[in-house]
């Protein structure tokens, strides 16, 4: 798999369990008189799917994005260049 879409699944992960965290908070299962931060509603079971979509995307991110001459993990954001043997990242 190219470095490109392993950067592009880890924040597919990331962005997506985002949005999901705050469309469950803002309409799981809101209670009658409650307010929408309440997590004590029957649906507050449904955020393990955002849970489970932040811990693949940091799975994802400890096991692939790595470098691909010496295998040291790579910073997540704006990697340019390993930090242990300086080989460029190839996004292509
Ligand atoms: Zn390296």
Redesign the pocket.
């Known amino acids: 798999m190219s470095m490109r879409r392993v950067y592009r699944r880890i924040w597919g992960f990331y962005l997506s369990g985002t949005v999901l965290f705050f469309a469950v908070a803002a309409f799981g299962g809101r209670r009658v008189g409650g307010t929408s931060r309440d997590t004590r509603t029957p649906a507050a079971w449904l955020l393990v799917l955002p849970a489970a979509l932040f811990l693949l995307g940091a799975l994802t991110s400890m096991r692939s994005w790595?470098?691909?001459?010496?295998?040291?993990v790579?910073p997540t954001m704006n990697a340019r260049?390993?930090?242990?043997?300086?080989?460029p990242i190839d996004y292509s």
């Open positions: 790595r470098c691909e001459s010496c295998g040291h790579l260049k390993c930090a242990r043997c300086g080989g």
